[in-house]
């Protein structure tokens, strides 16, 4: 079954750095997401991208944030100066734009920011 | 905007018996998606079962079930003959119809299966 494939699964980084987490969606889904998750808390939207835009963004996804399709193929979040409260789980999902399947969701990054 | 309440922050039952997982969502649409995950502790958020609200008849996947009731807001999971691998949190979740909408989950109930 097709995959959504994220890397790295963990990364720690340095208050202040900047970390880029990368994702590779289901090759003919067309919509894809970021949703984070803090640690025991509920997932929270980040942003949808389609057709090389953002179609919606959260209130946490601010001007720290930002999202490319570099290629054909990866999909990926940037965080230029991360802080202490950015540490959480951060899923890539990608649709078809289907409702009836869902979303298919990446095995996640957990970023550490120390 | 939507909202997801999940009313039961933790559950636990013998194996090879039945539970119910609560969820109640507020939405002005009428035609949504309804959705159910499970988050093992790899973290990996896996599709248990999906409801499109214009369906009358509930969803159901091998042991897992739905009772959805559209005028109540109401879209409960029921698992039976519960195993081991059922340990998970479980997360309601709502989409929008157009299905490329974003996911509104609930705060999610975990749910741990007794030996």
């Known amino acids: 079954e097709p995959e959504v494939t994220q890397t790295p699964s963990h990364q720690v980084t340095q208050m202040g750095q900047e970390v880029i987490l990368r994702c590779v969606p289901i090759?003919?889904?067309?919509?894809f997401y970021w949703y984070r998750q803090i640690l025991g808390q509920k997932v929270e939207f980040l942003v949808s991208?389609?057709?090389?835009?953002?179609?919606?963004k959260s209130e946490i996804f601010d001007d720290q944030f930002s999202v490319e399709r570099p290629d054909g193929s990866n999909f990926t979040l940037k965080i230029r100066s991360t802080k202490l409260e950015d540490s959480a789980m951060y899923f890539c999902?990608?649709?078809?734009?289907?409702?009836?399947?869902?979303?298919?969701f990446g095995s996640g990054t957990r970023l550490t920011v120390v | 905007a939507q909202t997801v309440t999940q009313s039961q922050p933790e559950m636990s039952v013998q194996e090879a018996e039945t539970v119910t997982l609560s969820c109640t969502y507020d939405?002005?649409?009428?035609?949504?998606?309804l959705f159910w995950y499970k988050q093992p502790p790899s973290r990996q958020m896996i599709l248990v079962i999906r409801?499109?609200?214009?369906?009358?008849q509930n969803a159901t996947e091998n042991r897992f079930s739905v009772n959805f009731q559209k005028a109540a807001k109401s879209f409960s999971l029921k698992i039976s003959d519960s195993q081991l691998g059922d340990t998970a949190m479980y997360f309601c979740?709502?989409?929008?119809?157009?299905?490329?909408?974003?996911?509104?989950f609930g705060t999610g109930t975990r749910l741990t299966i007794i030996p």
């Open positions: 999902a990608s649709s078809d734009g289907s409702g009836l399947r869902g979303y298919t």
């Open positions: 991208f389609y057709n090389n835009e953002i179609s919606e």
């Open positions: 090759s003919n889904h067309l919509y």
């Open positions: 409801q499109e609200a214009y369906k009358q």
């Open positions: 939405t002005s649409e009428s035609n949504y998606y």
């Open positions: 979740a709502f989409m929008k119809y157009f299905g490329n909408e974003k996911l509104t």
